[in-house]
């Protein structure tokens, strides 16, 4: 079992930045594919990115790609989300998830991932 905790959200002003991270624990995470999903409300849960078991491959996003970044620190069990050039339409709770065993390729769908956090608001504000 493995219990994730994001941390990071806030409220920012559109064109700001905010950097999301997910700890990890009970378990190790550095052989999992991990992603990061966010829900705005009365919108279903959308795929934002993921990163590959070893980090070599990173995914995005049409809506994000060029403005987010996602990373892994393996030694602290801990996947980010770096967030530049904030938009409105970026708001949403934002949570990680793990993916695959030695995934090379995370999928999108909520489906492909068995362990979720809770998920941290991000707000932006016009």
């Known amino acids: 079992q493995v219990q994730l905790v994001e941390s990071g959200g806030g409220l920012v002003q559109a064109g700001g930045s905010l950097r999301l991270s997910c700890a990890a624990s009970?378990?190790?995470?550095?052989?999992?594919?991990m992603g990061w999903f966010r829900q705005a409300p009365g919108k279903e849960r959308e795929f934002v990115a993921a990163?590959?078991?070893?980090?070599?491959?990173?995914y995005y996003a049409d809506s994000v790609r060029g403005r987010f970044t996602i990373s892994r620190d393996n030694a602290k069990n801990t996947v980010y989300l770096q967030m530049n050039s904030l938009k409105p339409e970026d708001t949403a709770v934002y949570s990680c998830?793990?993916?695959?065993?030695?995934?090379?390729?995370?999928?999108?769908?909520?489906?492909?991932?068995?362990?979720w956090g809770q998920g941290t608001q991000v707000t932006v504000s016009s």
């Open positions: 990163i590959s078991w070893s980090g070599a491959n990173t």
């Open positions: 009970g378990r190790t995470i550095s052989s999992n594919a």
């Open positions: 998830a793990v993916g695959g065993l030695y995934s090379t390729q995370p999928g999108r769908r909520p489906g492909e991932y068995a362990y």
